[in-house]
């Protein structure tokens, strides 16, 4: 009788076969790891003008000098200027005009900036959704348009820090005009508890667009039904364009054509009168450049700040790829009993 022994043979498929399975499981990993590799971004080459506008905001000429020796060699250079208090207050408005100025370039290039990135990434979901771009484009142009609004999001930060340390410096200036001048601290103080200046009403003659900038070339934001009523600063942004606020506070444009001005009543406009004059701290040069340092200059320079963080928050919404078809009908129902 022919008796093989088995062992080799059964040696050699023990350890064949978890070979195998190791080969098996590392092609299966590599090939997960190929898909779920994130797309490489496209450069985005959209919203040119409105980025030219910002650099042109941010640049360091148009930014505030830096100031050797702070708010002290600042404000010696005041009194070696002037020895009239009045004057010198005077001095001080120009720069926080100056200031002023620069915060709500920055504040609104930006934000038409942002604006102009999101209608993109809107852009590019409707244009897969419609077949003009294709399926496996669409991650990495919305990647690319996340990578450059990124970058634009750290300028708009730098350049806001920058504002916010030179215009501390002109408070701490505005301060020590304040504490040379009795008075000024009330007079300050009512013209801040003032009421606010009145927004215009409108009423919307037709529907309508609103902007990003006076243009139709801008970024669209927001849009007007017939009839809907809306309020703004009042008086035309620019030729034919009228500027009207937001529901988050933010600043929008419509062309004039479609707006019907709303008249306040009488006794609106008596209230509004009296708020102005309070405003204005009697005339007082020194209460009103410490009114505009202490009062006016931070709300711009909040109101940049919050659109900055805001953007950023948002960022992730903005570019993100719309869930598959799949995921959607997945999704728990809303309950929508009483």
């Not at 934000?111 to 991650?139: N, P, Y």
């Amino acid at each position: 009788m022919d008796i093989r022994d088995p062992s080799p043979p059964m040696t050699r498929s023990l350890f064949l076969a978890p070979l195998g399975r190791v080969l098996t499981l590392s092609l299966l990993t590599g090939l997960a790891a190929c898909q779920t590799e994130p797309a490489k971004p496209v450069v985005s080459s959209s919203c040119q003008v409105e980025r030219a506008d910002f650099a042109a905001a941010i640049d360091r000429n148009a930014l505030p000098k830096d100031q050797p020796g702070g708010a002290d060699a600042y404000y010696a250079a005041l009194r070696r200027a002037s020895t009239d208090p009045g004057q010198e207050a005077r001095s001080l408005s120009t720069d926080i005009d100056e200031d002023t100025k620069t915060v709500e370039h920055v504040t609104a290039s930006f934000a038409t900036l942002k604006a102009c990135r999101f209608d993109r990434a809107e852009e590019i979901r409707s244009g897969v959704a419609g077949g003009s771009v294709a399926a496996a484009d669409m991650a990495p142009l919305l990647a690319g348009e996340q990578a450059s609004f990124s970058s634009e999001i750290a300028l708009a930060q730098d350049a806001a820090q920058h504002l916010a340390q030179h215009d501390d410096m002109l408070r701490q200036v505005a301060g020590r005009l304040a504490t040379a001048a009795p008075g000024t601290a009330l007079k300050v103080a009512r013209a801040a508890a003032a009421a606010p200046p009145p927004q215009q009403p409108y009423v919307a003659t037709a529907a309508a667009l609103i902007y990003a900038k006076p243009a139709s070339t801008g970024a669209r934001v927001a849009s007007l039904r017939r009839l809907q009523r809306v309020q703004g600063p009042g008086g035309e942004a620019a030729p034919g364009w009228v500027q009207l606020t937001l529901n988050d506070g933010s600043a929008g444009y419509v062309e004039s054509g479609v707006l019907r001005p709303v008249q306040p009543n009488a006794s609106a406009l008596k209230a509004a009168a009296r708020a102005d004059a309070t405003r204005s701290a009697g005339g007082d040069p020194i209460a009103e450049a410490v009114l505009a340092a202490q009062v006016s200059l931070p709300q711009r320079q909040q109101a940049l700040t919050s659109l900055i963080d805001a953007s950023s928050e948002a960022m992730a919404q903005a570019f993100s790829l719309p869930l598959p078809a799949t995921a959607k009908s997945e999704a728990p129902p809303v309950d929508e009993s009483p």
